[in-house]
């Protein structure tokens, strides 16, 4: 028998996941999350996330690729589960411009435009084959006082629709120059309303805030630090661990350090290590590595994979599947307890309180 086939039970190589005759991986289906399945053989099955809990459906401009297009590339990956985000901050609807960083002074503003295409979307074209979760992603931090209003107007719209809020942005430098205003100290003490609402709802909340840049490494930190200090019992979720490209040479032993600090102080806080800047600047250089596996490994159960993908009319399956390679690639290094909480999905099954399951990983 296979060595990944449990003794005594017997599934489909499609369920198994099994590598096929050709050496060609076989990919699991939706359905082999649901209950005990066999075991997930590293050696012979893909180390790519089988979750995607940060991709962008629609862009900044609105012009998009078509839904059914973009479910069709996560069915020729590894990944069977997604969070459907927007982009909350969108370009002027009469802009000529689809890249807000090569158009300074050309305002990125919060609107829920994106998420009702997506809702609409989803009903329409909901896929068989793919778990997807709806996000509010209209949420302006820095103006938070019609957030419990929308959330109601999306309810009322799509009721049951949306179970999760973000990705939302506190601070990113990367829109300064498209007027783009971190939320203040005292902003943060407005989000008191719609958090509430959000502990109420179960939703988990992905919130962008950089820590720092290259010249002050963490003059943004205390910004973050307030919002966990106020709402410890909300699930939020830091994109990107807090990186960006104005910020690509913190010290791996400094960056970890901030990061187990507030994982030890607030037990809700769960991390997002998507968008490739993470493997391009930080993971894959060869002293940084074995510090950002054994953190991993450390806080298994507090990590969320995601590509970052941007459903740009101009990307395509090529850019999505290099997109899923790179920013999973740290996770073939990890040990089988924190992939199968990672990478096969565990973390999120568990977060969102879904009826699925991570395969146990086959012993070596």
Request: proline share 7%.
């Given at each position: 028998m296979h060595r990944c086939l449990p003794c005594g039970l017997l599934v489909s190589l499609l369920l198994s996941g099994c590598a096929s005759s050709d050496n060609t991986p076989v990919l699991r289906s939706l359905d082999s999350f649901k209950g005990e399945s066999a075991c997930y053989d590293r050696q012979t099955e893909p180390y790519t996330a089988v979750v995607d809990t940060h991709l962008h459906y629609r862009p900044f401009d609105g012009r998009a690729i078509p839904f059914n297009e973009v479910n069709d590339y996560l069915s020729q990956t590894s990944v069977r589960f997604a969070n459907v985000y927007g982009?909350?901050?969108?370009?002027?609807?009469?802009?000529?411009?689809s890249n807000y960083l090569k158009c300074p002074g050309t305002p990125v503003s919060p609107t829920t435009r994106n998420d009702f295409v997506n809702a609409a979307n989803m009903l329409e074209y909901k896929p068989d084959d793919l778990h997807l979760t709806l996000s509010m992603t209209f949420t302006d931090l820095s103006d938070p006082e019609p957030t419990v209003a929308l959330m109601t107007l999306y309810e009322k719209e799509y009721p049951g629709l949306f179970h999760w809020m973000g990705e939302v942005n506190l601070v990113k430098q990367a829109q300064f120059n498209n007027r783009?205003?971190?939320?203040?100290?005292?902003?943060?003490?407005?989000?008191a309303g719609f958090m509430a609402e959000l502990r109420a709802r179960d939703y988990p909340i992905t919130i962008h805030s950089d820590i720092g840049n290259d010249a002050s490494p963490t003059l943004y930190l205390p910004l973050m630090e307030r919002a966990l200090a106020l709402y410890p019992?909300?699930?939020?979720?830091?994109?990107?661990?807090?990186?960006s490209y104005e910020q690509t040479d913190m010290k791996a032993s400094e960056h970890i350090a901030i990061l187990s600090r507030l994982l030890d102080q607030y037990p809700n806080l769960m991390i997002d290590i998507s968008w490739r800047i993470?493997?391009?600047y930080y993971f894959s250089k060869a002293a940084n590595q074995p510090l950002y596996v054994a953190f991993l490994n450390r806080y298994a159960e507090r990590i969320l994979p995601g590509s970052d993908f941007v459903a740009f009319r101009g990307n395509n399956f090529k850019v999505y599947q290099q997109e899923l390679e790179v920013t999973s690639r740290i996770l073939q290094y990890l040990d089988d307890n924190a992939f199968r909480n990672i990478a096969l999905g565990e973390n999120y099954f568990k977060l969102l309180n879904?009826?699925?399951?991570?395969?146990?990983v086959c012993k070596r």
């Open positions: 982009i909350g901050q969108m370009l002027p609807s009469d802009s000529l411009c783009h205003k971190p939320a203040t100290a005292q902003n943060i003490t407005q989000w019992h909300n699930k939020i979720v830091w994109a990107h661990m807090g990186l993470l493997e391009d879904l009826d699925y399951q991570a395969p146990m």
